[in-house]
């Protein structure tokens, strides 16, 4: 069976049944129209389902739904019953047991609920906060609803833009939906990505989801949560492996596909990274961060030309926004640089911090010292305020400003304490390394920058150092001429 998030793509295409079904690898389809009305008894829907035989375009079965909005989850479970029986599959207890359930009683939470699942996917993760607010209080029994809010809850933490007591409301909402009902999918997935997202316990999360694939071995979902777990655990194979299984389910997964370049991009196999990246594309060109991963892709190859011609034809959002930055850093186009930073969203604190730093390191290069040194102090006192920055993201930014103030003591100290907030997590340990061996390098210590580089090289991690990087980036001038450095270079040579 094929994922939602592939299916839906196809609502409105002008593409034929064979035309699909070879595109999502199935042998059924199952399609159908959905009219709503409001009459004097309410709302009401009418649904025509039909099951089709993709080899022969045969329609092994058909019928047509008019029923009051309060019937839905009736008809749903008619439909899905019938089709099962028109493919003479049986299903298991537990399988039919879930087929019968009603995730609630009220039509407006499951609304409110459906229109989280929706912000989710769309990456608007406060909004759908909001709407997993309203369902749980709509219904206080709909265990699914308390489930996604406890994975936003607990995601919002993992991505650093929400305070520390946001643990205790992903901790409550997994709380309230084990109580209701501790085995449902929704809830054991939820109980996963809580210790994933909301406890950093990549171990613990990991044998959540490996019990999930095994209960629930057509979930895509759950494939995709194995997959990233593997990628901070360092097992870079594995999780490529579960990535594919993931896509088999659901192949126009443009997120997933996303995904699945940054892995391999990590592991700096750049050409496999691109085809996945192509495919992605092709299937979502709206979404602006595909085309910033593929220009991110690009500069690391040392293709600066290339990465801007991507941008140039990209929707133009904050995640796009970036990626100019990089551009125009690795150009050396400081003017440009500078100007950019001054249109960069600033509504939350580490936007405001981020774009002090990046015009205060073109303020440097342009030579406009005191303009550069205010920008920075005023990045590093934001950033030195506990209650405004969770550790792991924030003293990252700080060690960074301090380096560029001067202060490469403080600013080695601010990485550590970083890397031991996230122990066990061995990709974002490795970045805090990269981190350092810049500090290093600025402060003019080649030799400890070059040990660090000559480890990180050899050793993927998510987002991994490429020479090419080291040979583009204009803050490493001062050392281009040290032996150790050009040793380097020549050591790692050409990439992917």
Known sequence: MISRNSAVRYAETDKNIQQIGDELGVDYVLEGTVRWANTEDGSRVRITPQLIQVADDTHLWA?????VIDDIFEVKSDIAGKVIRALDVTLQGDEQRELDERPTDSIEAYQAYLGGIDLYGKIQYEDSTRMFDKAVELDPSFAEAWAMLCRVHALLLFMGTASSETLG?????LERAQALAPEDFEVRLARGFYSYHGLRDFNRALKEFEAITLDFPNAPEALEALAYILRRLGRWEDSVAALEDSLA???QNAFVLGQMAWTLRSQREFEKAMLYLDRAITVAPDHAFLYAEKSELLLVQGSVDAARSVLASAPVTQRTHYAWL????????????LELTESYPRDEHLDRVFSDLVAGVALLQLERIQEATGLLEAAARG???PRESD??????????????LGRPEEAVIQVRRAIDSRAGDASYAAQGEEII???????GDVEAAADIWDHLLATPYEGALTVNQLRLDPLLDPIRDHPRFKALLEKYGEEG
């Open 63 to 67: 019928d047509a739904y008019d029923r």
């Open 169 to 173: 409301e992903a901790e409550n909402a």
């Open 249 to 251: 389910l659901d192949p």
């Open 326 to 337: 990089e551009v125009y850093y690795y150009d050396r186009q400081w003017k440009e640089l």
């Open 383 to 385: 950033l030195e305020d």
């Open 391 to 404: 550790v792991s993201v924030g003293q990252p930014f700080l060690s960074t400003v301090y380096a560029h």
């Open 437 to 443: 061996a810049y500090v290093y390098a600025l402060s």
